[in-house]
């Protein structure tokens, strides 16, 4: 894993929040999107080299939404940049980890996708990012 790529965070109300991480990080977002397989609307901001991800469930039967539901507001997960995602996926299986989705699926902002199983990271969902290289 190269670095973090970014901190995933799910909130109830995605325009409220951007005016609260802009006033909080004297930035804009750059970005939203929606990832209708997903049932969530992201938007991305940028504070030097790091990047913070607002969630917002599209759906009441999203996986965000559960979290909403659950846990309420706050971090959801932490995302690692990562060359070879398909390599790191069989190398995390090979030490032991339960991955969410074997197969990478296109993710927010430019990213392929994997989840690993919160339950073996000690309550931590960790998603792992490659970035989509345009042919």
Partial sequence: MDKIEHIGIAVKDL??????????????????????SEGV???FF?????KI??????????????????KGEGIHHIAFA????????ERLKGEGFVV?????????DNKLVAF????GTNGVLVELCQEIKEE
Avoid at 46 to 50: E, L
Avoid at 116 to 119: A, G, R, S
């Fill in 82 to 89: 990562v060359e070879d995602i398909v390599s790191e996926i």
């Fill in 46 to 50: 940028k504070s030097g080299p790091n």
């Fill in 53 to 70: 991800e607002l969630l917002e469930a599209t759906k009441s039967d999203s996986p965000i939404a559960k979290f909403l539901e659950k």
């Fill in 100 to 108: 969410l989705n074997e197969t990478p699926k296109k993710g927010a």
């Fill in 41 to 43: 609307k992201t938007s």
């Fill in 116 to 119: 690993l199983h919160p339950k």
């Fill in 15 to 36: 325009e409220a929040s951007n005016a609260l991480f802009e006033k909080l990080l004297g930035v804009l977002h750059y970005k939203v999107e929606e990832v209708a």
